[in-house]
């Protein structure tokens, strides 16, 4: 372990340091930093900027999103995992660097392409809220569904997804498992339990929403349609924290996303684990803000459900939201909102536990450990396979994934984290954007503490290089799990891309959103604004 730990510290020392394409890394890095810096020193709205986030009393919070921000901008790749070595880093700084310096030189010609986009966007928030959401929702459909059948070709590419449709077909036929082969080694695949029974080692939930797919001859449709829930719960989301504009605003970024196409065309329970956690924070939401039992109890029931699809991630995932839930628990009908809350996620939660017992024997063994061993598990020493985890691969890996947060999120030349930091740099005290973050973060430092990662083309399901990083193999679990939260996030923070300040089009519904809202008000009349000399 202490050979393994040295050999990984010399290699990021040779990756950062010692090696050729080192170097255009950080000389593009040094120059967006300089460029961005030089349009905020040039622009009264970035200096207000600086101001507000240098103010007495904020000092420490720009320490630390700054710090999150350059590390998420460190090429945390390491050698063994892609030659190409920093690829991911050097293209956001300089697909960064090639924006800036476009809209530098052609901002008169941009100001006229954001005056139509806003035009348009005008047009949509004039639409009916059902006749917008069914245009979201549709629009992912379809796009997602001809992801399905051009890329996928409506079968499942990676072990992952297989194992999970075998699964549905198990369960289409009415049995939990099936009697293995007579010659059982000659049908042992990866992921699948063969022991006299056989069946999957993921958890159930997902393979049960296959199965109407499974009995209608279309299994290929179940994520698209789970994909076009996102749109309107992304819609719902935007419209519980901001108002309806921000959930209009939340609802076209999720049709924007390449990211939601491909999860939305294959197979894997990444899609079923985005709505229900997504759902949960909408209901979890409301109930903070209404004391709701139905809410609360809702958002529970999805949080259960939401680890009979992703355990680990349904549990890291829903601290922040359960922990603001516990802290309210002495406001007028708290206690019970609190209850609530945590009776529905145990109801629903133990089903896995009850599928546990039915399939693996004991409800506390999880199929990865049935079928991999005590390897499999959580924690530092562990591995299903390959070198035992340490606390430098999970540095390494959590890393990792927000560099491939930055680069894949939205498909845009810019560093995704910037957008999500942009409101609290302004000096945001709405206490929803800080839950949000507080879920962002959730994940990547739960699976700091997780074996599994790594890059892995050669079984990826994706036809083109530029998706076969989105997360649909177990490698990815940080980066697939940190999009919810980064939608989720997307809420409350990316409202400034196409906020209208003006009188006659308020921005929220209420006076409370309005609030939260001015902290990215001015950035927001700057933005779109025509830029002048």
């Not at 939660?349 to 061993?373: D, E, I, Q, W």
Request: proline share 5%; charged share 15%.
């Amino acid at each position: 372990l202490r050979r393994d730990t040295a050999a990984f510290y010399a290699d990021a020392g040779t990756l950062h340091v010692g090696t050729g394409f080192a170097v255009p890394v950080w000389v593009a890095l040094a120059a967006l930093a300089g460029s961005a810096l030089v349009t905020v020193a040039a622009t009264g709205p970035g200096r207000a900027l600086v101001r507000a986030a240098f103010a007495p009393g904020r000092r420490l919070r720009l320490a630390f999103l700054v710090a999150l921000a350059g590390f998420s901008f460190v090429p945390w790749e390491y050698s063994w995992v892609r030659p190409s070595r920093s690829h991911l880093v050097l293209y956001v700084a300089l697909a960064s660097l090639g924006a800036a310096l476009l809209v530098f030189g052609a901002g008169r010609v941009l100001d006229s392409v954001g005056r139509a986009a806003r035009a348009a966007f005008e047009k949509l928030v004039k639409l009916g809220r059902w006749r917008f959401v069914l245009l979201c929702s549709g629009f992912v459909f379809i796009v997602s569904a001809l992801a399905a059948v051009l890329v996928f070709e409506r079968i499942p590419h990676v072990q992952d997804s297989i194992a999970q449709l075998f699964q549905a077909r198990i369960f289409a036929s009415g049995r939990l498992w099936l009697q293995s082969p007579a010659f059982a080694d000659f049908f042992d695949y990866g992921h699948t339990v063969n022991d006299g029974r056989w069946y999957s080692i993921y958890p159930f939930l997902h393979s049960l929403a296959l199965v109407p797919g499974v009995l209608a001859g279309v299994p290929w449709l179940v994520n698209p349609l789970l994909g076009a829930g996102f749109a309107a719960l992304a819609y719902a989301l935007g419209r519980e924290i901001h108002g309806e504009r921000t959930g209009r605003v939340v609802a076209l970024l999720a049709c924007a996303s390449p990211w939601l196409w491909a999860m939305s065309g294959e197979y894997m329970n990444h899609a079923g684990a985005l709505v229900l956690l997504t759902g949960f924070l909408v209901l979890g939401l409301r109930a903070l803000r209404t004391a709701g039992a139905g809410a609360a109890l809702g958002a529970g029931l999805l949080l259960g459900l939401g680890a009979c699809v992703r355990p680990y991630t349904a549990l890291a995932f829903g601290l922040p939201l359960a922990a603001c839930t516990a802290l309210r628990a002495r406001e007028p009908g708290g206690a019970r909102r609190l209850g609530l809350l945590l009776a529905g996620g145990v109801a629903t939660g133990a089903l896995l536990l009850v599928y546990n017992r039915l399939t693996n024997g004991n409800p506390l063994l999880f199929g990865y450990v049935a079928k991999y061993g005590p390897g499999h598990e959580i924690g530092f020493g562990h591995s299903g396979w390959g070198a035992a985890h340490t606390p430098l691969r999970g540095l390494l890996n959590v890393g990792h994934d927000l560099n491939l947060f930055n680069r894949f999120a939205l498909e845009w030349p810019a560093p995704t984290i910037v957008l999500v930091l942009l409101p609290f740099l302004r000096g945001t005290r709405d206490w929803r954007d800080w839950l949000l973050l507080a879920s962002f973060l959730a994940l990547p430092v739960a699976y700091f503490f997780y074996w599994s990662h790594g890059l892995a083309f050669g079984r990826e399901p994706f036809s083109v290089p530029e998706c076969s990083s989105v997360g649909l193999s177990d490698n990815f679990d940080v980066y697939a799990d940190l999009q919810p939260a980064a939608d989720e996030a997307d809420a409350g923070l990316l409202d400034m891309g196409l906020l209208d300040t003006d009188e006659a089009a308020p921005t929220v519904a209420d006076s409370d959103a309005r609030a939260a809202a001015d902290s990215t008000a001015g950035f927001a009349r700057w933005c779109w604004s025509p830029r002048r000399p």
